[in-house]
């Protein structure tokens, strides 16, 4: 009987973020980490891959990724920040969430405070 993985494709499709974000996730959080990525349950040819039942694992574990935050409750100060600085420049606030969301899938190697403050600068010059 065949046995099913998830790679990095797989696991980035799940997670709504490119297969790019999770290599720079396995990268940025190697198992000698604070905070290691899930390791993989095979590896075929260099590719490694998950079983598809540890999904959640992986999940929980982007959910506890430094500047994520644990959701929910009161926007961090840098967020609200960056929110009324979007909303200076036109955007509605679920705009202004999506982007954010987007350049945190972007770039994981930064936390959200560090995103929020970079647009900030950017809208500043």
Known sequence: MTEHFLGVL???EALGVSRHAVHKWRSRYPSDSNHPFPEPDVDVDGAPGWRA???EEIVQWR???PGRGAGGGRPSAARQEYLKEAAERG???DE???AL???TEEF???TEPEICA???GHWRR
Do not use: Y
């Open 10 to 12: 797989g696991i980035g």
């Open 53 to 55: 039942d540890r999904l």
């Open 63 to 65: 959910n506890g990724l």
């Open 91 to 93: 955007m509605d606030r």
């Open 96 to 98: 202004a969430l999506r």
């Open 101 to 103: 969301v987007t350049f």
């Open 108 to 110: 994981p190697e930064m």
């Open 118 to 120: 970079w647009l900030i």
